[in-house]
């Protein structure tokens, strides 16, 4: 099976994707860069920097307790969503234990562009819970899924760039320091967070500092922290995405190209 039926395999497994029809899309915008932001299945579908799509799915997911499996944000119910600004939109999402609140801040720039999320986990139930709250995201730089290199810089902070456009960058960091992460294939993960009774991400904060991925990678964070009925619990994570200048961007897929075709000519 190819990548991109996988993909849409694993996405229908996991009901993640709704019909265009009926979905409640939010496009911001600042300084040529775009950011899509489906609250219907809360997921950030793209992200446009200079005109490159970086995205394919970026989204929060939540568990109580140490058994079950983690509840993707979108399949809460959407309470409220506000996009007071052009580049600023809040989502709020609650069931029976959880309200979570996202707020999106995009700031762009003409080769890089600036994502900020604020997130609230509250305890909306009558009585103690352990939170376990999940960041996935699944970034496809350059808009190609299967030739990407995710690092883990360090305990809070992941960097991913594109194999043949190096100057295509994206780095991802966490406050307060996630209490673990992974890294690896997206499907993996995806499947392991949703599907997988009780599942912690594989790496304890302090562990796997510089541990890479390559190919249609993806990385998760989680959080964890015991809540009283009513407690809150805040992090934020930052994200920036660039792209070379139009002229830098042109010499690095030539010379792309002249590396393939000079390796196929040495084969």
């Not at 991802?172 to 209490?179: E, R």
């Not at 407690?231 to 030539?254: G, R």
Request: charged share 15%; proline share 2%.
């Amino acid at each position: 099976m190819n990548t991109f039926g996988l993909r849409t395999l694993c996405a229908v497994s996991f009901g993640l994707l709704v019909c265009a029809a009926n979905a409640q899309v939010f496009h911001l915008t600042d300084s040529g860069s775009q950011l899509d932001v489906n609250a219907t299945t809360g997921n950030i579908d793209n992200w446009f920097v200079s005109g490159i799509d970086n995205v394919f799915q970026h989204t929060y997911m939540l568990r109580s307790g140490d058994s079950g499996t983690a509840t993707a944000m979108g399949a809460m119910t959407l309470d409220s969503a506000t996009q007071a600004l052009p580049n600023f939109l809040e989502l709020i999402y609650s069931d029976s234990t959880f309200s979570i609140q996202v707020r999106y801040l995009l700031t762009g720039g003409t080769s890089a562009a600036d994502l900020a999320e604020s997130v609230k986990v509250t305890n909306i139930s009558d009585s103690t819970v352990n939170a376990r709250v999940f960041q996935y995201s699944d970034w496809d730089m350059n808009n190609t899924p299967l030739n990407d290199t995710v690092v883990r810089t360090n305990s809070s902070s992941m960097q991913q760039t594109d194999g043949i456009v190096s100057g295509i960058t994206s780095v991802h960091g966490g406050t307060p320091v996630p209490d673990f992460s992974q890294l690896g294939l997206f499907a993996n993960i995806l499947g392991n967070i949703t599907s997988t009774n009780g599942y912690f991400l594989d790496t304890a904060a302090g562990d796997g500092i510089g541990q890479s991925f390559s190919g249609d990678a993806a990385y998760a964070f989680q959080w964890n922290r015991t809540l009283a009925a009513g407690e809150s619990f805040n992090f934020s994570t930052d994200k920036v995405s660039s792209v070379p200048e139009p002229a830098s961007l042109f010499a690095l897929t030539l010379g792309a190209l002249a590396l393939i075709r000079k390796r196929k000519k040495a084969a």
